[in-house]
Every structure is written in C-alpha cells, then in structure tokens.
C-alpha cells in the first residue's frame, strides 16, 4: 500500500529542547516536501527535497532543518522549537513532476509550550 | 505572484442538497489546478485536478472544470452525503517553479447534516 507515514502524531514539548519528526515514503519517489497548516492559512511549505542529498528552502523555512540522506526518508528537524512553532506539520511525497498526486502523511500536531 | 483564494467556510448542508465550493486563483503562465481533501484526523488526499484550460476533473460524484477566462476551478456536487464531511483545499502548481510546491487556499469546511 502506498503510504508516507510520519511520527510521532502528536508531540508536545518545550522552548528550546530539540526535536525531529520523522517522515518515511514506500513509494520511490524523488520529491520529497513538509508543509506545516494552521487556521485560515492553508498549507505553507517548510523545506522540499528533489532528491538525496538535494533540498532546498520552501516558503517558510526559519527556525526548520531537514535532511535527506537516504531517499525513502525525510526528517524535519527544530533545533530550538518556539511556540509559534506550534501547527499541524504534514510530510508529502510525488513523483517528479509537478502535474503529479502528491501522499500525505497523517499529520504531526505539534505544540510548543 | 501565486496565490488561491477559497470561499470562507463552514458551510452547512442537509444530505442531498447541491454543493459549490468556490476556488479562484492568480498564477503566472498555467498552472495545474487540484482539489484535496482532509478527512478528520487524517492527511489530505487529492479528490480530483485539471492540467490545463477546460479540463474537467471528476470523482465521486465531486466535479471542477479549470476556467482560464476567469481564473477559477470551483468544486461542486450534486447530492452531498453525510460522509462528505471534511474540509476542502483547492490548490496549484505553478508549472515554472522548480520547487514543485503546492500553493493552497486556506480551506472550507464542509458539514453535512443527515
């Protein structure tokens, strides 16, 4: 079954202490992307990865890392969350065109006290 | 620059009363053109979408015909069911943009009453 699962599905933590939530996709795709949603802004996206060792700076990347080291694997990394961090963060995968279905995972609530 | 704009939500239905969610959209060059859906407490999954002018995307029973002329790609069906129930997204991806992001409204949520 095609799936992009992510975890954990919801965390609650506080400013500063470092966290990764992790993002993994069954499908062989190369692109790779975190979108982070909150109320009457739809979804934004964080960072994007066209392939290993590939990525790059989406719409709002402060205060993110990511990595991709392996292709199936996509971490978003808070090296020192604040709370207006706190969202609902999705990972998505697709193949490498931009006419493509994109995967989402079930989503990351994430709240940073 | 990219955007796309929805109908605010909530919008409230009974059961068989005719949908239209309203999506409109400002892109350069022609962008493809998508609906998702988020069902709670999941992730979105794309219901239909339309890669150029004219198009019609379709499916279960949801429909959107992709409107050069006046930049829309409005959702709607029929006879809606209480399993309809979700918000809604309507989104773009701007074809001259390396990252392959999806640019997205900010939703509607749909309610359908038995």
């Known amino acids: 079954e095609a799936q992009v699962t992510q975890n954990p599905r919801y965390l609650i933590t506080v400013t500063g202490k470092k966290l990764t939530v992790t993002c993994s996709q069954n499908?062989?795709?190369?692109?790779m992307s975190w979108y982070r949603q909150d109320p009457g802004l739809g979804l934004r996206q964080i960072y994007y990865?066209?392939?290993?060792?590939?990525?790059d700076k989406g719409d709002v990347p402060e205060g993110y890392k990511v990595s991709r080291k392996e292709k199936r694997n996509f971490p978003l990394i808070l090296e020192s969350p604040s709370p207006n961090q706190t969202s609902l963060y999705f990972c998505?995968?697709?193949?490498?065109?931009?006419?493509?279905?994109?995967?989402f995972g079930q989503g990351t609530r994430l709240t940073v006290v | 620059g990219n955007s796309v704009t929805q109908m605010e939500g909530p919008v409230t239905l009974s059961e068989e009363a005719f949908l239209t969610i309203n999506c409109t959209y400002t892109a350069t060059g022609y962008p493809s053109l998508f609906w998702y859906v988020q069902y709670p407490g999941e992730g979105l999954q794309l219901l239909l979408k339309?890669?150029?002018?004219?198009d019609k995307g379709s499916n279960k029973g949801f429909e959107a015909t992709y409107r050069k002329e006046t930049t829309s790609f409005h959702l709607e069906k029929g006879s809606v069911q209480v399993s309809d129930s979700a918000v809604y997204f309507c989104a773009l991806s701007p074809l001259m943009d390396s990252s392959y992001k999806l640019i997205f409204g900010s939703g509607t949520r749909l309610l359908v009453r038995p």
């Open positions: 990865s066209m392939n290993v060792e590939v990525t």
């Open positions: 499908m062989n795709h190369e692109y």
């Open positions: 339309a890669t150029k002018a004219d």
């Open positions: 998505a995968s697709h193949e490498d065109s931009p006419n493509t279905e994109a995967f």
